[in-house]
């Protein structure tokens, strides 16, 4: 079974981005992000792959999904649907689903863990996390961060562990 992990920054509002921008500047978030995800493997969408500033990620596994089929980008593996997507993903390693908004919908389902920046503030957005049915999921670890001036909002890191069959009756 592949191991499937969300990584995501969400404000108070669900939103997660607006014009194919992210909405904040954490520096702390960004070295948590590069800290969890270097040496596996990152599916993101075109547009989140376009949005990035540096393009691919360093030292991780880009895999890019696409909806104009036989389109190839430099650096990067391409997967034409979400299913592809996951044939292509690393076994027995995490595997890092980091957006947009449709790509978290798609793999939400298929998800066994949730890391959740959650900035503590309402942004004016275009694009949004999908709800989170919080049954489904036991919280693991929660650090609370204060801003600062690297960091101009509050913010929590929260990781889930999706919960197994029998924790769910």
């Given at each position: 079974m592949k191991e499937i992990s969300i990584i995501v920054?969400?404000?108070?509002?669900?939103?997660?981005?607006?014009?194919?921008?992210?909405?904040w500047h954490l520096s702390e978030d960004l070295r948590r992000f590069k800290r969890l995800t270097t040496g596996h493997t990152v599916v993101m969408g075109k547009k989140t792959?376009?949005?990035?500033?540096?393009?691919?990620?360093?030292?991780?596994?880009n895999i890019?999904?696409?909806?104009?089929?036989?389109e190839e980008i430099d650096g990067c593996e391409m997967a034409y649907s979400i299913e592809e997507?996951?044939?292509?993903?690393d076994e027995g390693k995490e595997n890092f689903?980091?957006?947009?908004?449709?790509?978290?919908?798609q793999f939400l389902p298929y998800a066994t863990r949730l890391y959740i920046t959650r900035v503590k503030h309402t942004f004016e957005a275009d694009t949004f996390f999908p709800e989170i049915d919080f049954s489904e999921w036991n919280l693991v670890e929660k650090q609370e961060n204060t801003p600062d001036r690297k960091n101009p909002y509050p913010f929590d890191?929260?990781?889930?562990?999706?919960?197994?069959q029998d924790q769910l009756e």
């Open positions: 920054a969400i404000a108070d509002n669900n939103a997660i981005g607006k014009d194919n921008q992210l909405l792959f376009e949005s990035l500033p540096f393009r691919p990620l360093k030292n991780r596994r890019v999904l696409s909806d104009a089929w036989g997507a996951m044939d292509m993903m689903i980091i957006g947009g908004g449709s790509v978290y919908r890191f929260l990781t889930y562990a999706r919960k197994s």
